[in-house]
């Protein structure tokens, strides 16, 4: 079955990468574990070596497993189409994909960064370690035009933020950003709330990690673009191997299936704990989009994720719920709680963790399926010890 533009998003997420199903006699998508393949016609094979190693993507057999992995190109034309975007190429995590981003745009000769904080702390690190050559410079929303320079190769951002969950204006930015290309890490929203190239943007990246694997047991990353910075990715894919396993690549698919479903249902929970946890007596501030005034306008809803202070000690709820699960990650189906500053964003430098309002009160939690009030009566409870 085509799918076609007319099609709406919840049936695009189940289909894409499908479309050949019916003609292979299939209704499961196949996993291509062959890590070689029978190679012939050597003069054949010489010529499409070169275009794999160039980026592109030949048509027959995938010679490698380093090279190409249909498994691997399904998951990846299913999230091009779900973000609208010419090309998606996939990586073994999210911070592979971010690597290869910024790998790409050093190669092109363009290694300055132009960055807004706060940053998942992995990117945050990636950055401002200088680990891949990169330059950063970091800059306020409003001010990222003013530090673009010849050498700027990219504008990195992040929206909703991890973990503050501060929202961006990505029309606006876009717009600042003139002809440098602007990254949107969109882990947080997903393309069920926001699609930042429909804003402008030009490369979106995910931690496939999260929502779109969606159960807590698939790492991943992955950047859907325009087909000229697809091509920079890959080749930095063949020649670095940072490749996303086929089965991963299966168990991505099969996730974004189910994507809508499970972000709407997690994000009316979210919405619902963001506003009793602003009642609670033990809860200083809660940062929820949900519950902002002024949004950008750009995300349908709040998000699954909802940041808030402790009045008292962070520690403690952590260690008190029962129901929830004390651990990193998000986007799972059951519901995760988190102390930033002890770990997303350990790495990230004290002063700078503070001043972007990643204080020792603050916790993040991921909210799953599991029933609102079960988890309300969870979280409250473990509030009560703080
Ligand atoms: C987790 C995360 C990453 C890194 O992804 P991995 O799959 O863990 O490598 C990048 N960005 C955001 C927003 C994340 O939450």
Redesign the pocket.
Known sequence: MNLTPAHSFATRAVHAGRDDLGDLGVHAVPIDLSTTYPAVDCAGEAARIEEFASGAQPSGSPIYARLHNPTVARFESALAELEGAEAAVAF???????SACLLATAAAGKRHVVAVRP??G??DHLLGSGLLGTEVTWAEPKGVAAEIRPDTGLVVV?SP??PTLTELDLAALAADCGEVPLLV?N??ATPVLQRPLERGASVV??????FLGGHGDV???VVACGEDFARGLRQVRVATGGVLHPLAGYLLLRGLATLPVRVRAAQASAHELALRLSAHPKVAAVHYPGLAVDRPGQMDGGGALVAFEVDGDAHKVVAAVELITPA????SVDTLIQHPASL?HRVVQASDREAGGIGENLLRVSVGLEDVDDLWADLSRALDTA
């Open positions: 073994a995590s999210g911070m592979a994909a971010m940053l998942y992995g990117s992040e933020a991890n890490d882990t947080f990246l995910h931690s496939a990690t999260k790492l991943g990353g990193v990650s998000l986007g997303t």
